[in-house]
Structures are given as C-alpha cells and as structure tokens.
C-alpha cells in the first residue's frame, strides 16, 4: 500500500522561509509524479508545483513562482517544496499527491494518492 508521509510546515513569519518534505513509502519513488496542493479555509484545493518522475520537469503556479522551489531526492524516497519569501496568502493545509503515471501536471484529478496534509500558517 503506497503512504505518503509529510513533515515540515508550522507557524513563519511573513517574509521567511518553510520547508515541507513528503516520503514515498510502499511504491517505487523514481516512477512517480510529485505535486504539491494547498487549500486555505473556505476555498478550493489549488496547484502550487509538481515535479515528473525524472526531475527533468517542473512547474509551479504562478502566485509561487520565484518563491518556491520543487526538488526530489531519490536516494531518500522525498520530494521537497522550499517556501521562502513566505506571505499571508500562502497560508493553508499542504497536501503532496502521487501521479503513478509519472507526469508533472496542474490537475488534481491525475493523481492517484495523498498525504494527510500538513499545515502552514504565516502571521503577517
């Protein structure tokens, strides 16, 4: 059974910098598609970056863009979002979901499996 474990997030200061991490246990990690969700209360779950099973490929949303930063360690089975440069509006529940297909794409309905969130709130 593939579980996506997550760590990282918690209380920052706007202007300062996160790193959430999330551990691919149960499936081979090289064949797998990353992404990285959020979703603020009262609002639907938004793209924020992805990653493809190579590492060749990468996108994020435009409101992250310059700010945050997807990478991949294959060695650890762990995909990592950098957040810096962190805003008020980038508060919200991060979730890491698992493309099977290995693709980097924007749609969450590509996705086969979720981590359980973790939260990242920045007081401004």
């Known amino acids: 059974q593939v579980q996506l474990v997550q760590s990282g997030g918690g209380l920052e200061q706007a202007g300062g910098s996160l790193r959430l991490s999330c551990i691919i246990v149960?499936?081979?990690?090289?064949?797998?598609?990353v992404g990285w969700f959020r979703q603020a209360p009262g609002k639907e779950r938004e793209f924020v970056a992805t990653i493809n099973w190579s590492g060749a490929w990468t996108d994020c949303a435009d409101s992250v863009k310059g700010r945050f930063t997807i990478s991949r360690d294959d060695a650890k089975n762990t995909v990592y979002l950098q957040m810096n440069s962190l805003k008020s509006e980038d508060t919200g529940m991060y979730y890491c979901?698992?493309?099977?297909?290995?693709?980097?794409?924007?749609?969450?309905?590509?996705?086969?499996?979720w981590g359980q969130g973790t939260q990242v709130t920045v007081s401004s």
């Open positions: 149960g499936r081979a990690f090289s064949a797998n598609g």
């Open positions: 979901a698992l493309d099977r297909a290995g693709r980097a794409s924007r749609a969450r309905e590509l996705y086969d499996d």
